[in-house]
Antibody
Framework: QLQLQESGPGLVEPSETLSLTCNVSGGSISSTNYYWGWVRQPPGKGLDWIGTIFPSGTMYCNPSLKSRVTISVDTSKKYFSLNLTAVTAADTAVYYC?????????WGQGILVTVSS | QSALTQPASVSGSPGQSITISCTGTSSNVGIYNLVSWYQQHPGKAPKLLIYEVTKWPSGVSNRFSGSKSGNTASLTISGLQAEDEADYHCCSYAGSNDWVFGGGTKLTVL
């Protein structure tokens, strides 16, 4: 059974960089049948697609975040990462890592990241 | 890239059927049969309910069904049960490897 687990700091200061990692177990991170992504959910609000990355390293992201987002994958270590620069309070959210096929198939449990000084 | 439009809330009594709509545009819902639905209980991660408009993942009850007409997709829950009370989110592929979600709908079982 595939499992995804987010990790990273729960508190980030404004203007700093938010960095999260998603560890993948129970499946192959190198498979070409699916790819990987990040979704976030501000408190009390809906889901927001951040971006996705193929095992080859090709990345796609939400145009509203494009200039601030980097997603990378390390197939040898079975994890992928999210970097979001110049964060503000509006970036406070639960961040989920996901497996993506023609849908968001598997989700991590989520990690709450609060942007505050 | 605008979010898909869902009603903020719906409600129904046990045993009844309810339908949640998800309205997009001709650039996402209207052109791609890649609409999916997710159920989210409080404090939990979303769970895939329906994909590619009408398909069920393994283990999901067939009380949940999906459909699409034009730019609007719909999720129908039949035989409503207390444990169906949750938030429901729709999602559509929007081309060029972009995805867009709806704002979410809170289902209350009366």
């Amino acid at each position: 059974q595939l499992q995804l687990q987010e990790s990273g700091p729960g508190l980030v200061e404004p203007s700093e960089t938010l960095s999260l990692t998603c560890n993948v177990s129970g499946g192959s991170i190198s498979s070409t049948n699916y790819y990987w992504g990040w979704v976030r959910q501000p408190p009390g609000k809906g889901l927001d697609w951040i971006g996705t990355i193929f095992p080859s390293g090709t990345m796609y992201c939400n145009p509203s975040l494009k200039s601030r987002v980097t997603i990378s994958v390390d197939t040898s270590k079975k994890y992928f990462s999210l970097n979001l620069t110049a964060v503000t309070a509006a970036d406070t959210a639960v961040y989920y890592c996901v497996l993506v096929a023609t849908r968001f198939d598997y989700w991590g449990q989520g990690i709450l990241v609060t942007v505050s000084s | 890239q605008s979010a898909l439009t869902q009603p903020a809330s719906v409600s129904g009594s046990p045993g009844q059927s309810i339908t949640i709509s998800c309205t997009g545009t001709s650039s996402n819902v209207g052109i791609y049969n890649l609409v999916s639905w997710y159920q989210q209980h409080p404090g939990k991660a979303p769970k895939l309910l329906i994909y590619e408009v009408t398909k069920w993942p393994s283990g999901v009850s067939n009380r949940f069904s999906g459909s699409k007409s034009g730019n609007t997709a719909s999720l129908t829950i039949s035989g409503l049960q207390a444990e169906d009370e949750a938030d429901y989110h729709c999602c559509s592929y929007a081309g060029s490897n972009d995805w867009v979600f709806g704002g979410g709908t809170k289902l209350t079982v009366l």
